[in-house]
C-alpha cells in the first residue's frame, strides 16, 4: 500500500541525516573564539543604534498580500485557455470565480 512511497521516505530521512550530521560536525570541528566584538550585530561596520526590527507601515503589508494574490492567482488564468471537453460549463464556473476573486482583490487593494 505504501510502497510507491517508500524512496520518497528513504530520500527525507537521508537529507534530514545529512543536514543534522553537518550541523554537529561544524559544531564539533568548528573554531570557537567569542569576542565582544564578534557578538555585536553586523551593520555595516557603524554601530548599531535603536532597535533591531523598525516599525513597518500596514501599508507594506497590504501590497504583499495584493502582490501574492495576483502573483499565484494568475496561475489559474491558465484554464480559460485549455481545449473545450467535457466540463466546459464547469470550468466556466471557476473561471468566473477566479476573476471575480482577482476584482474584489483589486478594488480591496485600491481603497
Do not use: W
Not at 17 to 42: D, M, Q
Not at 101 to 111: R, T
Request: hydrophobic share 45%.
Amino acid at each position: 500500500m505504501f510502497l510507491p512511497y517508500i524512496p520518497i521516505a528513504i530520500l527525507l530521512i537521508l537529507a534530514t541525516g545529512v543536514a543534522i550530521l553537518v550541523i554537529v560536525l561544524g559544531h564539533l570541528f568548528g573554531p570557537r573564539r567569542p569576542t565582544e566584538r564578534k557578538s555585536l550585530p553586523y551593520e555595516s561596520g557603524m554601530i548599531p543604534i535603536g532597535p533591531a526590527t523598525p516599525r513597518i507601515p500596514i501599508r507594506f503589508y497590504l501590497v504583499a498580500v495584493l502582490f501574492i494574490l495576483f502573483d499565484i492567482e494568475v496561475i489559474f488564468f491558465f484554464r480559460a485557455f485549455e481545449p473545450p471537453n467535457d466540463t466546459v460549463s464547469y470550468r466556466r464556473h471557476q473561471n468566473f470565480y477566479s476573476y471575480l476573486e482577482h476584482v474584489v482583490g483589486y478594488h480591496q487593494g485600491s481603497k
